[in-house]
């Protein structure tokens, strides 16, 4: 039994209580039948007999009550109670016959009274009714006639006792019966309830209990004790249940361990960061000391360094030897380059430490400020620069202003010899971002340079051939990067060099620019030299 499933349990108990039903309900039905046969006979047989007795009694007594009256009275009118006694006798007993085919004693002494009446009638009342006068008659109406008539009656008597007892015999019968079946409905409501109790007991033995115990042992689990084996009791569901759960709370154990280790590793990590970021910002500190040192403690010797060094170039040139003057123009370039380097540096420096705050920009009037910083540049390389209808984006204006300047310098400063440069600067809008342009005609970049323009210091030509210090589109991207957004060389640009770069839209911006402007589109605006 320990070995039974819970649904095998309950199976077989169901079947027990099914088939005891079932015989319970069989036998009932067989009992059932009997009583209705019962009461058949009490309702449909002996209650009819006994009143067709009766009325057959009542028919001979008025045969007997007629014939004695026209004995007296020789009145044929007196006949009339014999007559109509005898029809009824006759009806009354083809009624009664049909009814006693199953009760053969009752029948012969029916049989018995029909032959008493029958000579009777022979021997008293046809006589009677035949004789020629009314003193014939009387002579038929003896004493021994009316011995005859009470054995008759007596029959009669006996009758009635006979049809009492059968119906007392039904009466008994059908109780019995009745009994019976009140009985059988106890048995089978004994049987339901025993059933009841049984299956509750079990369920609370095999089911409820060894569930509770489950119970205890997963919230003793989830109270923290994820070591505690959860052993199985009760039927098999019940221990694959709780062997499942064990499963399951080992899994639980062991990805509880691996979290511990990883939160060590975390932690440890979070150590490190720490200790990087204090060392971060040990370094910034350094930085900024630095930059306050080179804007100050450098710019102010290095000033003089190259004042003076053109102040001898300005008073004694052509007077020394052609070495001299050579040298002296080699400390002026140094230290004016050491200046311009010093400057690009601390500008690199304060992009995103020194925030003024972000605000909307009309890159269309940024744009106007860098024509007029780069105006000179281009007159002298006979130059335009060209821009469409901008966007209005979110950002510091100053900033902006420095990143369009150095892309629109650097498109005039790469220009291909004998070519006027021409700059054109447009925008476009690509999902939630908005691509500017900066155009150009002039030498280009090579792909596998393409994002080595962006580190700083990095040249890709001599500072003779082209001057500069090299910090100009790492500044470029530092700038876009604070804004969001990212700056890349269009590598498929088949004239010229072509730079993007991204910067948010706002939210209530309406759709975007046109990104190809012509000369003639209205709002284009075009500078040349």
């Known amino acids: 039994m320990r070995t039974w499933t819970l649904r095998r349990r309950v199976i077989t108990l169901t079947a027990i209580v099914g088939v005891l039903l079932v015989l319970i309900a069989v036998f009932a039905a067989g009992v059932a039948a009997q009583n209705r046969n019962h009461l058949d006979t009490l309702l449909d047989k002996t209650g009819p007999l006994r009143t067709s007795a009766q009325g057959l009694q009542t028919a001979l007594v008025n045969q007997e009550t007629g014939i004695r009256g026209y004995a007296v009275s020789g009145d044929r009118g007196d006949l009339e109670p014999y007559t109509r006694g005898v029809a009824t006798e006759r009806d009354l007993v083809a009624t009664m016959r049909p009814l006693l085919r199953d009760e053969p004693e009752i029948a012969r002494q029916l049989d018995r009274i029909e032959e008493q009446a029958t000579a009777w009638r022979t021997s008293v009342a046809e006589p009677v009714v035949a004789a020629p006068d009314i003193a014939t008659a009387r002579g038929y109406v003896t004493d021994q006639a009316r011995v005859r008539f009470d054995e008759m009656r007596a029959s009669l008597d006996e009758l009635q006792r006979q049809m009492l007892e ?3 015999k039904a009466a008994d019968r059908a109780r019995d019966t009745g009994n019976t079946l009140v009985f059988l ?11 009841g109790v049984a299956l509750l007991l079990s369920l609370n033995r095999v089911v409820i209990g060894p569930v509770t115990d ?22 098999p569901e019940l221990s694959r249940l709780a062997d499942d759960i064990d499963a399951m709370r080992q899994q ?17 990590v979070n150590n490190q960061l720490q200790r990087q970021a204090e060392e971060l910002i040990r370094s910034n500190r350094d930085l900024e000391q630095f930059a306050y040192v080179a804007s100050h403690d450098l710019q102010e010797p290095l000033r003089k360094v190259a004042s003076f060094c053109q102040l001898l170039q300005r008073r004694y040139a052509g007077q020394l030897d052609e070495r001299a003057d050579q040298y002296i123009a080699f400390a002026v370039d140094g230290a004016q380059r050491m200046q311009r380097l010093i400057n690009d540096l601390l500008a690199f420096s304060r992009i995103g430490r020194v925030n003024t705050g972000f605000v909307e920009v009309d890159l269309d009037r940024v744009m106007a400020e860098v024509s007029s910083q780069t105006e000179n540049a281009r007159e002298y390389a006979g130059g335009e620069l060209v821009f469409a209808d901008l966007p209005t984006v979110l950002g510091e204006e100053a900033l902006l202003t420095n990143l369009l300047t150095n892309l629109v310098s650097n498109s ?14 447009s925008a476009r809008r690509v999902g939630d971002e908005w691509e500017i342009s900066c155009a150009d005609n002039g030498i280009g970049i090579e792909p596998e340079f393409a994002d080595k323009i962006f580190v700083i210091f990095q040249r890709l030509h001599s500072k003779d051939a082209y001057p500069g210090t090299g910090i100009g589109l790492a500044i470029a991207k530092k700038i876009v990067e604070y804004h969001g957004g990212r700056i890349w060389v269009d590598v498929e640009a088949t004239e010229g060099t072509i730079i993007r770069f991204t910067l948010p839209v706002l939210v209530e911006d309406q759709p975007p620019a046109q990104a190809e402007p012509t000369h003639d589109t209205t709002g284009v605006k075009e500078v040349a030299a």
């Open 166 to 168: 059968l119906r007392d």
């Open 185 to 195: 409905l106890v048995v089978a409501a004994a049987v339901i309830v025993v059933a």
């Open 214 to 235: 489950l119970a205890d042992q997963v919230r003793d689990v989830r109270a923290g004790d994820y070591q505690r084996k959860i052993a199985g009791v009760g039927p």
């Open 252 to 268: 639980i154990a062991a990805d509880l361990a691996e979290v511990g280790a990883s939160r060590e590793r975390v932690e440890w």
């Open 412 to 425: 005039i400063k790469f220009r291909r010899p004998g070519v006027p440069p021409r700059v054109e600067v």
